[in-house]
């Protein structure tokens, strides 16, 4: 994470295990003006190399640094 008065940017991984398995959901999230906004969120199961978006960028209104 990278911050600094009061904008900036964090990619966050964290590992989810249900019933059905385990995986991992990522997150890129912005902060402007102090506050946090989901850029993009999707889910990864192991084993697998499809990512299933639960958020997906192109309709966020955040800008990759």
Do not use: H
């Amino acid at each position: 994470m990278i911050t600094a008065g009061g904008f900036g940017n964090a990619d966050l991984t964290i590992g989810v295990e249900g019933p059905a398995g385990r995986g991992q959901l990522s997150e890129w999230a912005q902060e402007e003006a102090e506050r946090w906004r989901i850029c993009s969120l999707y889910f990864r199961a192991d084993g697998k190399s499809i990512d299933i978006e639960i958020v997906p960028d192109t309709s966020a209104r955040c800008e990759r640094e």
